[in-house]
C-alpha cells in the first residue's frame, strides 16, 4: 500500500513539472533573446535594490531616505557629502561667512545649469526655500529651515505670522545668494547637501503645475545623472547620466536602475543571479552570506533605545528601578546573536560613527550604562525595597515589525532573568500607533529609535529638552534645557570645541538619569558586488551618492 | 430577464454606497494617523490635517469624498505616493493587477475542469487519485509557497523566467505570479467539477440520454458538464476574491508594480485615500462578478431565469 502510495506521489510530481517543462519552452526562447540585452546593460548600468518606492520627487516635500537618495541623484545642492560626509562646493562655487556667523553669501558656478537648458541662479533657491516653509504647502521638514538651520524669519512664517518673502534669503545678483539666520549655526554648511534645501526652477515649477515631480518631464536636472523613466511609486525605474553636468568627467557610470522588491528572499536571488548589484540582506539571511566577501555591513545611523514614561509610570519614576533596567540589557547578545546584521551595541544617548564620531567613547557613561546583571540585581533590589514592593509587571511596546518584535522578546527575558520579581508583557504594535501610543504618553516602556536628521549631536540631544514632543518619557532636567539653550542659541553656538564639551555634559545628565536605555546603533546588512567601487555611504542625509561609483 | 438584471444593478449600487462609508468608519478607526511620524511636531501635524480636510468632522468629510467619487476622483496620497492623484496611481497599476488574475481564473479553471472531468470520468483509478492528489496539493498549499518554488525554481536555478516582473516583458513576466495565484482556483474547480460529473453522470436523465443512443461526446459535454456547471460558477465568485488577497503576497514575491503590493503599503502607512480606493474598486470587482455569475445562471440553466421572473 505505502508503495503504491508512494509512486503515486511520485508519478503526480513529474506530471507537474512536465506540465511546467511544456508551458515554459514556448516562452523560453523570447526570455534567451532578452538576455545578451540585459548583460549589456549590466556592463554599465547600476542595478539598485531599493525596499521601497519612492514617496516624493519634490524636494521640499519628501521625507524619506529612498526619496532622497533619488532626488539627489540628479540634483545638486550648494553643497555636497564628500567620501566622509564633509560639504564640500557643489552647486557653491565659493562662499563666505560673515564675522558673527549669522550671514552666508553663497557664490553659484556659472556653468551649473537645469537639464532645459536654464543656468541654475540664485533665485532657484529663494524659491524653493520659501516653498519649503510656506504653510500652505505644508513640508513635513520645514523645520529644517527653522528650528535647525535658524534660517531668519521661517519660524515665522511657518506659523503663518509673516508672508514667506521676508524669509532670510535673497537673490542678490543671478549668481549670489545671501542667507540670513538668527544665530550661528555650525553645521549650517552641512545642511546644504540636504534636499529641502535644493534648488527648484521656479518657471518650470509654475508649468508643471500639480504634476510638478510626478514623471520624467516634470523634474528638471542639474546633478549628476537625469530620470528617464519613473512613475508615481514605481517599482522600477531609471536614471541615465547627465551628459551636461558640470562634473560629468567624475561620474563614470551611464545610469542607475532602481528597483523595488519588498521580498527579501527574491531580492537576494535577483542579486545572486546578477540582475542586481547592491541589494540589503535581512537577519535571517546573513548567516547564509556572511562568509561572501561581497557581503557588507553599513552604518544606518539609527539609534534604537527604550524610553521609560518616567511621568506616568510611578515605578519608572525611581531611579533605581531605571538604572537596573538599562544595566540588565545584554546590548552584546542582542547585537551578535539576534540581529546579526552588524548592528553596534551603544551605551551613549548618540549612536555610534556619527558626528565626528561623538559616541567614540563607549566606556565614558559605564557607571550608568553597561551589560551588567549583577549589579542590575542590586540596583533592583535597593529600587524595590524604596518603593515598599517585592513584585513589578511592566508593559513594553514595540513595532510589529520583524526585528523590534525580535529585539523586544530578547530584552523581556533578559530582564525576567536578570531582575527578580519583574514580569514584562509585550505588545506589538504597527510603527504609525506605537509612534502615537509613545506621543500620547500611552504606555511605560517603548521600544522605539531615532536618525539623525544632520550631523549634529543635538539632533539626538534635542530630544529630551522639557516639552519636546519626541521626550517620550516627560524628563524635564533645568540645568540640562540650560546647556541646550547655551548650545543652539546661546554663545556656544559659533565655539565648536566648547559646545562639544558642554554637550558631552548635557549628555552625562541623561545617562545618569537613565532617561533613555541605548541598546544598538543600527546598520544595514547588504551584498555589493565586487565590480562595484566607490559607492560612498552615510548615515544622514543622503544614505548612498553614486556619483563616484564605478562599475566594470 | 432586463428587470431582473436591472434590479441586481441596482442593488449593487447601493451595495458600493454602504461600502464605501463602512470603509470611511473603518479608517477613522484605524490607530494612528497618516501623519504621527515621530519627525513631525504637533503644529505641522494641524496643518496637514487641515491641508487635506482631515480636521473636518467625518460627516463633512465623507460628503466630501462621496461628491468627489461621483465626480472620479479618488483624492490624493497622503504618504505612499505625496500628493499623487490615486487615479494616476492605480491606473496603469490596475490592468497589471488584472491581467495577471485573470490569467490565473482562466488557467485555473481550465486546467481544474480537465482534471475534473478525468477524474470523474475515470472514477477510482489511477488517474482519479493522481488528480485528487494534485488538487489536494493546490488547496492546502498557500499561492505565495507555491510563487517562492516557482520563483526558485523557474526563475533562479533555470532561469526560464524572470523572477522580477518587467513591464517591457509583460507576457513572460506574468506566467509564474499567474500559475502560482491559479493553484488554489485550480484545485477546487478540479474537486468540485469531479463530485458534480459523478453525481449528474449516475442521475436518471442521463441514463435517460444514454439510452436514446447518444454518443459519448455529446452525453458528456451536452448534457453532463452543463448540469455540473452550475454549482461550479458558484464557487468561481468567491475563488476570484481568493486571487485578490493571494495576489496581495504575490505581487510583493515577484515585485509586480500591480495594486495589491500598493494596497498593503497604503495600510500599513495609514494612506486612508489609498486604501478606501482600493477596497473600493476590489469591492466593486467582487460585486460585478457576483453580478456576472448570476446573470450566467440565467444563461446555463433557464429554470434560474424563469423562476425569478416569475416572483
Redesign the interface.
Known sequence: MKKKLLA??L??TM??GMA?CG??SD??A??EN?APQATGEATSDLNVMIE?????L?PQ???DGTSFEVIADYTDGLMQMDAEGNPVNALAESYEVSEDGCTYTFKIRDDANWSNGDPVTANDFVFAWQRAVD??V?S????MLSDIGQVANAAEI??GEKDKSELGVVAVDEKTLEVTLNVPVSYFLSLMYFPTFYPVNEAFFNECG?TFA?SPETVLSNGAFVLDSY??????FHLTKNEDYYDAARVSLTGLSY?????S??AL??Y??G?LDITLVNGDQVDQVEDDPEFDSIGAGYLWYVTPNIKAVKELANLNIRTALTLAINREAITTDVLKDGSLPTYTAIPRDFAADFAADQEQFSDFCRDDATAAAEYWQAGLDELGITELSLELVADEDDAPAKVATVLKDQWETALPGLTINITT?????R??D??DGNYELGL?R?GP?YDDPMTYLGMWYTDN??NYGFWSNSEYDAIIDECTTGELCTKIDERRTRLYDAEQLVMEDAVIFPIYTAANAQMVSSSVSGIEFHPVALNRVYKNTTKN | MKKYVLKRVLTSIFTLLAIVLVLFILMQLM??????????????RA??YA?YGLDQPIVVQFGHYVVNMLKGDFGV?Y??????PIS??IQ?RLPISINIGFFAVALGTLVGLILGLIAALKRDT?LD??CT??SV?GVSVPSYVFA?AL??????K??????????A?A??SS?MPS?ALSMFTMATIARFTRSEMIEVLGSEYMLFAESKGLSNHALIFKHALRNALIPIITVLAPLVVDLMTGSLVVE??????GVG??LV?AI???DYNVVIALSFIYSALYIFIMLVVDILYGVIDPRIRLGKESN
Not at chain 2, 497618516?34 to 511636531?41: H, I, Q, R
Request: proline share 5%.
Open positions: 503515486l506521489v508519478a503526480a506530471a507537474v511546467g508551458a515554459g516562452t523560453g523570447a526570455a532578452d521601497t518606492a519612492v514617496e516624493s519634490d516635500q519628501a521625507t504653510p500652505a505644508a513635513e521638514y520645514a523645520y511657518i506659523a500639480d510626478t512613475e508615481p511609486a514605481a517599482t522600477a528597483q523595488v522588491i519588498q521580498d528572499q527574491t536571488m535577483s545572486q543571479t540582475d504594535e504597527p510603527k504609525k500607533q509612534v502615537q509613545l506621543q522605539t531615532w536628521d514632543s519626541n | 490607530p494612528g494617523s497618516p501623519f504621527n511620524d515621530e519627525k513631525l511636531s504637533d503644529d505641522q496643518v496637514l491641508k496620497s504618504n505612499i505616493s505625496k500628493n499623487t494616476q496611481l496603469t489511477f487519485s493522481l492528489i494534485i496539493i517562492l520563483s526558485f525554481t523557474f526563475g533562479f533555470w532561469r526560464i523566467f524572470p523572477m522580477l516582473y518587467n513591464s516583458d507576457l513572460n506566467v500559475v510583493k514575491i515577484f515585485a509586480i508594480p503590493s500598493l503599503n500599513q502607512s495609514n
